[in-house]
């Protein structure tokens, strides 16, 4: 008989401690990442060293978003790549073919300015056209074009 009336309080018990459970991980959803490790990590809410688990967590995360914000913001790329990034926009926007580079040069390091002297054909316009030179200039920020200037 103890057997019988054991089982259904056990259930019952069962049952609650689950609704408990599925309330807590409710509760936890709403917590920010911070308190959600801290409580993971066995601090207890409302005592002083879950604050400062969640003081340092917070400042950490901070500190790693700024730092990569910092990192995207100053993105620094060599000087081959800017030369190649301005070569390709200078292209599609020049009338004539280009024959050959003639020079470049790259100065700065996020803000980049990159100067490109091109020999470009002519001579379909003009078959007495042997020589012709095109000048451009571009500004990048990390690897985004900021300025093109055709008329250098």
Known sequence: MRAVIMLPIAFVAG??????????????????????????????????????????????????????????????????????????????RLEYPVQQIISSSAKGDHVKTIDLSYRIDRTSENPDIVYATRDVRCVLRGRDLVDIDMDV
């Open 15 to 92: 049952c609650n401690m689950d609704v408990n459970t599925s309330a807590v991980k409710t509760d936890v959803s709403r917590y920010s990442s911070s308190e959600r490790a801290c409580l993971q990590s066995g601090f207890v809410k409302g005592t002083a060293e879950f604050t400062q688990c969640v003081s340092l967590g917070a400042a950490v995360s901070q500190q790693v978003e700024a730092e990569r914000a910092r990192a995207r913001e100053e993105e620094t790329i060599g000087t081959g790549l800017a030369v190649e990034i301005c070569d390709g926009h200078a292209r599609s």
